[in-house]
């Protein structure tokens, strides 16, 4: 079954200690990337990757780093995080960017820092 | 950066009523797509709609688009209360995918 997956899905943790989301696609997409939801904010794009090696930023990386050594997987990390990084996290993949191809999502992990 | 924004931003309507939301944005796209949540769980693709296309027909879902207004439709008919979800319209450019905000819709029993 195609699906992205994301691990863990709920996270409670206090400030300044080291996390890493996991993220993991089994379609062979070449195109990843992290969201965070937020009340009255929608979806914005924190860190994106073309393809194994390649990461850009999206339009909010502050406090946040990535990697993409391998094709299907995309973590999230989050090298000291605060309370303002509490939010509803996302990871998506598509085929390629810029097609016709849909872009498939993860089932959200929900981040609470104290 | 540039953003889709959906209007209405929360609607209530009865079931058997038909659900309109809209969506602008500002720049040009390759194509746009609507996706669909439920509560706090992953956006799922519904429709793509091409620049070059102006309408688009998939089961209770119409999609519209007007390149030169910028803006889409998205017209669900005969909702029914699994309707209830939040919607988002995603621009696709070759710099990126724009989600909006998007719109709460509730269906009303």
């Known amino acids: 079954e195609a699906q992205v997956t994301q691990n863990p899905r709920y996270l409670i943790t206090v400030t300044g200690k080291k996390l890493t989301v996991t993220c993991s696609q089994n379609?062979?997409?070449?195109?990843m990337s992290w969201y965070r939801q937020d009340p009255g904010l929608g979806l914005r794009q924190i860190y994106y990757?073309?393809?194994?090696?390649?990461?850009d930023k999206g339009d909010v990386p502050e406090g946040y780093k990535v990697s993409r050594k391998e094709k299907r997987n995309f973590p999230l990390i989050l090298e000291s995080p605060s309370p303002n990084q509490t939010s509803l996290y996302f990871c998506?993949?598509?085929?390629?960017?810029?097609?016709?191809?849909?872009?498939?999502f993860g089932p959200g992990t929900r981040l609470l820092v104290l | 950066s540039q953003q889709g924004e959906e209007d209405p931003q929360a609607l209530s309507i009865q079931e058997g009523e038909n659900a309109t939301m809209n969506c602008s944005y500002k720049?040009?796209?390759?194509?746009l797509q609507w996706y669909r949540q439920n509560s706090g769980r992953g956006l799922v693709h519904l429709i793509l709609?091409?620049?070059?296309?102006r309408e688009k027909h998939s089961g209770r879902l119409r999609v519209t688009l007007d390149t030169s207004k910028k803006s889409s439709s998205l017209l669900i008919t005969a909702s029914r209360a699994a309707d209830t979800a939040s919607y988002f319209c995603?621009?696709?450019?070759?710099?990126?995918?724009?989600f909006g905000k998007g719109t709460r819709l509730h269906i009303l029993p």
């Open positions: 709609i091409r620049s070059n296309e």
């Open positions: 995603a621009t696709v450019s070759p710099t990126g995918i724009i």
């Open positions: 998506a993949s598509r085929r390629t960017l810029g097609g016709e191809e849909t872009q498939y």
């Open positions: 720049t040009s796209i390759n194509n």
């Open positions: 379609m062979n997409h070449e195109y």
């Open positions: 990757s073309m393809n194994v090696e390649v990461t």
